[in-house]
Nanobody, 125 residues
Framework: QVHLVESGGGLVQAGGSLRLSCAASGRTFSIYGMGWFRQVPGKEREFVAAINANGVNTYYEDSVKGRFTISRDNPKSTAYLQMNSLKPEDTAVYYC??????????????????WGQGTQVTVSS
């Protein structure tokens, strides 16, 4: 079992920045691929970014490329999402996810082994 807790969300003006954190506890963090997803009420969950277990490979949804950066600190069992140049359309609840096997499947199907409770990000225009 892996318990994930997101933090760092909030209200920011367009063009601003936020850094989300996802603290993991339970099983060995360093063997899990990690991802960030977001969801707006009434819409499907959307993939944002993912990183493999050793942090070498990263993946991004097209609309966030060049603005968002996913990273991880395995000794601290924490994943991060640095969000710069935020836009009102980035407003959503952001969820982190952990996947033991099949990071590509997690991205494609938007399902994961474990999920956090979510943190609200609101970008005002």
């Amino acid at each position: 079992q892996v318990h994930l807790v997101e933090s760092g969300g909030g209200l920011v003006q367009a063009g601003g920045s936020l850094r989300l954190s996802c603290a993991a506890s339970g099983r060995t963090f360093s063997i899990y691929g990690m991802g960030w997803f977001r969801q707006v009420p009434g819409k499907e969950r959307e993939f944002v970014a993912a990183i493999n277990a050793n942090g070498v490979n990263t993946y991004y949804e097209d609309s966030v490329k060049g603005r968002f950066t996913i990273s991880r600190d395995n000794p601290k069992s924490t994943a991060y999402l640095q969000m710069n140049s935020l836009k009102p359309e980035d407003t959503a609840v952001y969820y982190c996810a952990a996947q033991l096997v099949g990071l590509a499947d997690m991205i494609r199907t938007r399902t994961a082994d474990y999920w956090g409770q979510g943190t609200q990000v609101t970008v005002s225009s």
